[in-house]
């Protein structure tokens, strides 16, 4: 092989006509999904302290926040709900007129081409914040499946066009698949959270959603973190239950499955830039530390880079702002 004075690598980055010729990755509008979060009320808009520029919103509130979302064409949100009112079982979660039920159906009238994802887990909606029912100190795997299937088919009547398990309960997706089948919503895809890790980089998301687990925490049912293998597991097996698109979350510790799950499974996959990550960058961009366009834009490729075909994150606005203007 010839080498130097010939091949000059440089030559390629001569300058970004050329460096943007021959980029081997690109992060696009197209790819994005910006969440919300969605409070029982009206007339809210309220700070998240943890996340600059995140807020929660009451239902009566969304109708600018998603206009402006689609207009910067961003295709899809993800909702997250907090209701007034909790339970041991989550009760809110699934009820016709639940505060994500609203939402839904007020966001369709808004901004009907937008596409609503729907975060499916009990644990916004419970008093002890676990992410099933529970039984002592115990997390109910099986007892939890058929309220999960119940929160599902709940938003896919108030019109949501997919829905996202996140909960982590073995058996899950199947048991939404054929709930919403036989409910004659066959056509609905589901975006399972397959490989969703027990990480510390979700702090300032549970401030936001109220989530905390009120005794304990998630690891009996979420992934512990060293495991690669096991992510290979739960993903093989999401997608063997009826899962159209996959989930790897979150995203920046755990590149590295985005990556093993590209090369072995031949699905869409997505991958959760999360509170955490976020919050980290926000709050050096605040310091003077970072450029926030620059590094916002270097982490979104770096997923893109690992394999994701779509990415969550709370910079999709201004990403989509910045590549607009690129």
Not at 90 to 113: C, E, F, H, L, N
Request: aromatic letters at 8%.
């Amino acid at each position: 092989m010839a080498g130097f004075p010939q091949v000059r690598l440089r030559r390629l980055r001569t300058n970004e006509a050329i460096r943007s010729l021959v980029r081997e990755n690109h992060v696009s509008v197209s790819n994005l999904i910006y969440p919300l979060f969605v409070v029982e009320g009206k007339k809210i808009k309220q700070d998240i302290s943890s996340m600059p520029g995140i807020h929660r919103f009451s239902p009566d509130m969304l109708e600018p926040e998603v206009k402006e979302i689609a207009s910067l064409g961003i295709p899809a949100v993800i909702l997250f709900g907090i209701p007034q009112h909790k339970d041991d079982v989550g009760s809110q979660a699934y009820t016709a007129d639940g505060v994500i039920q609203q939402a839904i159906r007020m966001i369709k009238k808004a901004v009907p081409q937008l596409l609503i994802v729907t975060d499916v887990c009990l644990c916004e909606y419970t008093s002890h914040g676990h992410c099933g029912v529970i039984k002592g100190d115990c997390i109910l795997n099986d007892g939890t499946l058929p309220m999960l299937a119940r929160m599902a088919l709940s938003h896919v009547e108030a019109g949501a066009d997919i829905v996202a398990p996140s909960d982590m309960m073995d058996g899950r997706v199947k048991t939404i698949r054929e709930y919403l089948d036989s409910n004659g919503f066959s056509n609905i895809p589901i975006l399972a959270y397959s490989a969703k890790y027990a990480s510390g980089f979700y702090g300032p998301f549970r401030e936001a959603a109220e989530s905390t687990p009120q005794f304990g925490d998630r690891r009996s049912y979420q992934m512990d973190s060293p495991n690669a293998r096991e992510a290979m597991r739960e993903i093989e097996q999401d997608i063997n239950e009826g899962a159209d698109i996959i989930m790897v979350k979150p995203a920046l510790p755990y590149l590295d499955i985005i990556r093993m799950a590209r090369d072995r499974f031949n699905v869409p996959l997505a991958a959760y830039n999360v509170s955490g990550e976020y919050a980290m960058l926000k709050a050096a961009v605040q310091n003077g530390w970072l450029d926030e366009k620059r590094v916002v834009l270097e982490t979104l490729t770096s997923i893109k880079r690992a394999g994701a075909d779509i990415i969550i994150t709370y910079f999709a606005r201004e990403a989509a702002r910045w590549l607009s203007s690129a």
